[in-house]
């Protein structure tokens, strides 16, 4: 059975103070959420060692929002792998359409990063999606299929075990704009087909699929109802843990 789980990216956002209240607000609120969604909050690196001190022996799990795709060195600015594990990340977030649109994150990078995450024990959240132009040119199938295969692909089914796909439209992040759920539900399972495709049935049905672009606690219930939507990936409304808190009791 695949993981239910509601993931908060709280992407460049909140002072270390701030992210430790939010923080405290989201684990006192966590027995709040049905047992079985796994509750993530991914932090900006500045966070990580405080947020980690609040999460421990709770229910919530922390994640970073990227890492280095090289394991260690001469890399000035750049958080590794060895790092995140170290101060109790449990994911980090892979790929986020913001990386690759503005950090020239590519496929390639990717597979690096994604490869130092397994071997240092993290679980991946890889991101994918299309653009509005991407979308309106009804390129979006073969652009998430290449996103996956690009990446995916260079994994075994073993490593899939601990690879978690987010599903981001790039015209739905912090537009308010969201897919609505039979759109999601269509990407879902086209996703889900091309990893069966290369691991199998199986491994397809167990790998998470997540839902982030405008999610909210107003739409989260329709969509979180859609059969290949196993949570979501939560941006500006992971910033409030009643939102937050909220969508992940939708489920
Ligand atoms: P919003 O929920 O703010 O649209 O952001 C989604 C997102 O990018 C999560 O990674």
């Known amino acids: 059975m695949r993981k239910k789980i509601v993931a908060g990216n709280w992407k460049m956002n909140t002072t270390v103070p701030e992210g430790v209240e939010l923080a405290k607000a989201v684990v006192?609120?966590?027995?709040?959420v049905p047992a079985d969604v796994k509750l993530v909050i991914a932090?900006?690196?500045?966070?990580?060692?405080?947020?980690?001190?609040?999460?421990?022996?709770?229910?919530v799990s922390l994640s970073a929002e990227n890492c280095a795709d090289h394991e260690k060195g001469a890399y000035t600015g750049e958080v590794a792998a060895n790092m995140l594990a170290s101060v109790g990340c449990e994911y980090t977030i892979l790929g986020h359409s913001e990386r690759r649109q503005y950090y020239t994150e590519t496929d390639a990078k990717l597979v690096e990063k994604t490869k130092l995450a397994l071997a240092n024990g993290l679980k991946v959240?890889?991101?994918?999606?299309?653009?509005?132009?991407?979308?309106?040119?009804?390129?979006?199938?073969?652009?998430?299929?290449?996103?996956?295969?690009?990446v995916l692909y260079n994994f075994t089914a073993e490593d899939m075990k601990n690879i978690v796909v987010a599903y981001e439209p790039v015209w739905a992040i912090g537009t308010g704009k969201t897919a609505t759920a039979d759109q999601a539900e269509e990407i879902?399972?086209?996703?889900?087909?091309?990893?069966?495709?290369?691991?199998?049935?199986?491994?397809?049905e167990d790998t998470t699929i997540l839902y982030g672009g405008s999610c909210?606690?107003?739409?989260?219930?329709?969509?979180?109802?859609?059969?290949?939507?196993?949570?979501?990936?939560i941006g500006g409304a992971a910033l409030k843990a009643e939102d937050f808190i909220a969508i992940a009791q939708s489920y």
């Open 216 to 233: 909210k606690p107003s739409n989260a219930k329709e969509l979180f109802a859609q059969k290949d939507i196993d949570g979501g990936l």
């Open 125 to 150: 959240i890889l991101c994918v999606g299309e653009n509005l132009e991407e979308r309106e040119a009804g390129k979006h199938f073969d652009v998430c299929e290449s996103q996956i295969k690009n």
């Open 188 to 204: 879902h399972a086209f996703i889900r087909k091309v990893i069966a495709d290369k691991f199998g049935a199986q491994v397809a």
């Open 28 to 32: 006192a609120k966590s027995n709040e």
């Open 43 to 59: 932090t900006p690196f500045t966070h990580l060692y405080p947020v980690a001190e609040v999460v421990k022996g709770t229910v």
